[in-house]
């Protein structure tokens, strides 16, 4: 055999070319996530003390730092968050504390602008003494914070069966009841520490409230979306001091979309809601309602009408009798006979009055009135009627 006939020699430095580059890829990004492990505890020891001076102060039993290879989760055990109004410069005349049992927070190597955290209840929450007043819990808690940790553009929190009671005695008295609760608040305008415009979505589904209103009792849908205007910044302050600084900055809170389903009745409500000088709601919101009839027994304006003849000067459920008086002339001039017709059948009078008041509509797909619901320093009205009161602000 000739010698260029023989095979020529393979080279083997090539086949551990690749094996090799992974091998300091590895080694290198091993590396990297160890020394990032190691700044968890400067880091978050950093930002927990500029925390403090802006009055949040978080506190953890144990802390754990893993996730190895590709992500970083901060594991935070029997953890404490105060909120109180306290600054260097003054002592805190306000103050929150919540005793969790775990939060663990993740974070990806590769995108460190999102964050997702876990909270695992249940939630022991006191205002102001030492014991707790709140407790709250829920079987999946997670909220999620996209931007940089310092100034984050948007923040979602949720909780899939939320409770919520206060504990008055050796018997918790339930507050809220729902199977899932969700809040999103995003940044529209300006900064966190410079007149921020923020946009907020608030969801309910199946919840209740107990000991605020009847009507609040029974389970209910709540799809509520607003742009809040006239903040100063995100400092932490007790909010009547916010309050105040919105009114004195004419803000107003815009609702874009506020739908609340309750059994068959449906309600849609958009328009603008300010602060008077006195700490009051003022301003107007349109309202379309499906099941309008279903409503008033519950507000309780056919029990004003009812007592309105038999005792004039009972409000009856907080309804102006003035007003009910008014509405009730306002029928009669109508319809001759129609005002006391309204007061034997309180129901139908109160429905043909506030049809009077509001226009016929459609309500997806459904005969619907719409009608302005108004806010006059804190009263709530449906034409004369005034159906509810909210306290001041501040």
């Not at 409000?315 to 001039?333: E, F, M, P």
Request: proline share 7%.
């Amino acid at each position: 055999m000739q010698p260029s006939q023989l095979a020529p020699r393979r080279r083997l430095w090539p086949v551990f070319v690749a094996p090799g580059l992974f091998f300091l890829i590895a080694a290198g990004w091993s590396g990297f996530w160890f020394y990032a492990a190691a700044q968890i505890d400067t880091q978050f020891e950093g930002w927990r003390a500029r925390e403090a001076k802006a009055g949040r102060i978080y506190e953890c039993a144990k802390r754990s730092v893993g996730g190895f290879p590709f992500r970083m989760e901060v594991r935070c055990e029997n953890p404490v968050v105060t909120l109180t109004s306290q600054t260097s410069q003054q002592v805190a005349d306000a103050r929150l504390t919540a005793r969790l049992k775990e939060i663990l927070v993740v974070a990806q190597i590769y995108d460190p602008t999102k964050i997702i955290a876990e909270f695992t209840g249940p939630t022991m929450v006191a205002a102001g003494g030492t014991e707790p007043q709140f407790s709250a819990n829920w079987t999946l808690g997670q909220a999620s914070v996209a931007g940089l940790p310092i100034a984050p553009q948007r923040i979602s929190i949720a909780f899939d069966n939320p409770t919520l009671d206060r504990l008055n005695g050796a018997v918790p008295a339930p507050l809220l009841r729902a199977s899932h609760l969700e809040l999103h608040t995003r940044l529209l305008e300006g900064s966190l520490s410079d007149n921020p415009v923020v946009e907020t979505a608030f969801q309910l589904t199946a919840a209740s409230l107990q000991g605020l209103h009847p009507i609040l009792a029974e389970p209910f849908d709540a799809d509520i979306r607003a742009q809040l205007r006239g903040l100063k910044d995100f400092s932490p302050k007790p909010w009547p001091q916010r309050f105040r600084e919105i009114q004195a900055a004419n803000g107003r809170v815009d609702f874009t979309q506020s739908r609340v389903q309750q059994g068959d009745v449906i309600a849609v409500a958009a328009g603008s809601l300010a602060i008077t000088p006195d700490g009051y709601l003022d301003g107007e919101l349109t309202m379309t309602v499906a099941g309008m009839e279903k409503i008033v027994p519950m507000l309780g304006i056919d029990k004003a009408f009812a007592d309105n003849s038999a005792q004039p000067g009972n409000g009856g459920a907080g309804v102006n009798v003035q007003g009910v008086n008014k509405l009730i002339g306002a029928l009669d001039r109508f319809i001759p006979g129609l005002g006391d017709a309204a007061r034997k059948n309180a129901n139908a009078g109160v429905m043909a009055g506030i049809n009077m008041l509001g226009k016929p509509s459609t309500l997806e797909g459904r005969s619907a009135l719409a009608f302005p619901l108004r806010f006059v320093n804190g009263a709530v009205l449906i034409g004369p009627l005034r159906v509810a009161q909210t306290p001041p602000l501040f």
